[in-house]
């Protein structure tokens, strides 16, 4: 029995290592696909448009708003994949419009945001059964009312205009950049498949597979509790907790822990960036530009993987943020805190709440 005990140890260990190889190989493969330019620059333009036109008339608030538009609409909306994008993109317009107005009357309730955040969180997950591009879709309008709740209240029409014009201006940029000569990739993002036929799509995955309405129902949970968390114990940049168990938190556990070790190691990198520039300086002309670049390189490196993404998504908001509300190099500590905090209850919920449908092989 020892010995027997022994060896199911050495094989338990095995797997193990095993497994903890496959998470570190997969989170840091990388393509070694070309930039594509001309969406790179697309990109930076809808984040750097809004931010120097409130800088300008002397509301960086404005600007930030716009900017968020901007850069959630263009990271949403496929390059050149498909010759009906702009479907999804205002698929993606009307849901975080909504989600701006559904944020801005749930904020001051703490109630009210952790009831609102786990049905919006748990209804757009499910756009995951579109492909790639519906996951990216229902991740966008999530994040936007994950923020619009932890930010400080303005006045609704106006954060509507504004979130809108910025947004138009992303899509309007990604669709003409898309249009320009240059390499055209294959891969997993579906074309649009019509309204009716999406919304009969995701009935049928939560009507036929568990594991949809499980992540769903998982999210859903592990969001709210974090909204309520930050919320009570008012945890400065709290939001970010929350964002970072959308970040991470996946139908299968394996998948849960590529995220949580890419959403980790990036965001240490990406924070490293922030704290260079933002001790330097409190401009809020040299914030935007520096959140310009980074954006610029966000787009050009998206595609070669999610790490790198995570990496160049961090300094951008970050320095976009850091224009309306400098906190030095603070604010990059807010981040790392609040992302431990939100990896800790995201890698909880995989391994509490439906362990096993977790760990199901994908469907076939």
């Known amino acids: 029995r020892g010995y027997r005990a022994s060896v199911e140890i050495r094989q338990e260990l095995a797997a193990t290592k095993a497994g903890m190889i496959a998470v570190r190989d997969d989170a840091f493969t990388v393509d070694r696909s070309a930039v594509d330019w001309p969406i790179a620059i697309a990109g930076m333009l809808s984040v750097a448009i809004p931010l120097s036109a409130g800088l300008a008339v002397g509301e960086p608030q404005y600007g930030l708003i716009g900017a968020l538009g901007g850069l959630n609409l263009a990271l949403v909306v496929p390059a050149r994949e498909r010759a009906n994008r702009w479907q999804w993109g205002l698929i993606v317009v009307i849901g975080a419009a909504v989600a701006l107005i559904l944020g801005h009357f749930a904020g001051p309730s703490i109630a009210a945001s952790a009831v609102v955040t786990f049905v919006w969180l748990a209804l757009w997950s499910t756009l995951r059964v579109a492909g790639l591009i519906g996951m990216l879709a229902g991740f966008v309008v999530s994040v936007m009312f994950i923020i619009i709740s932890g930010l400080p209240e303005q006045p ?124 330097l300086t409190s401009s809020p002309w040299l914030l935007a530009a520096g959140a310009s670049i980074t954006a610029l390189a966000l787009f050009a490196m998206r595609s070669r993987s999610y790490h790198w993404m995570v990496i160049l998504l961090t300094p951008t908001a970050l320095l976009m943020i850091s224009i309306i509300n400098y906190q030095g190099w603070k604010i990059a500590e807010y981040r790392v805190v609040d992302t431990a905090i939100g990896i800790t209850v995201g890698l909880l919920a995989t391994w509490l709440l439906w362990r096993g449908d977790a760990k199901a092989p994908p469907r076939r």
Do not use: C
Not at 169 to 195: C, F, I, N, T, V
Not at 233 to 245: K, R
Not at 251 to 261: D, G, I
């Open 156 to 279: 609704v029409g106006q954060q509507l205009l504004l979130f809108l014009a910025g947004a138009l201006l992303g899509l309007a940029l990604m669709l003409a950049a898309g249009a320009l000569p240059g390499k055209r990739q294959e891969d997993d993002q579906q074309a649009w498949p019509g309204l009716r036929a999406l919304i009969a799509k995701v009935a049928a995955g939560l009507r036929e597979q568990p594991i949809v309405r499980h992540h769903a129902l998982r999210l859903g949970l592990a969001a709210a509790a974090t909204v309520l968390l930050y919320q009570v114990l008012e945890i400065p940049f709290g939001y970010w907790i929350p964002l970072s168990v959308l970040a991470i938190l996946q139908p299968r556990q394996h998948q849960s822990n590529v995220r949580a070790l890419q959403r980790a190691s990036g965001t240490l990198i990406g924070v490293l960036v922030v704290a260079g520039l933002v001790v």
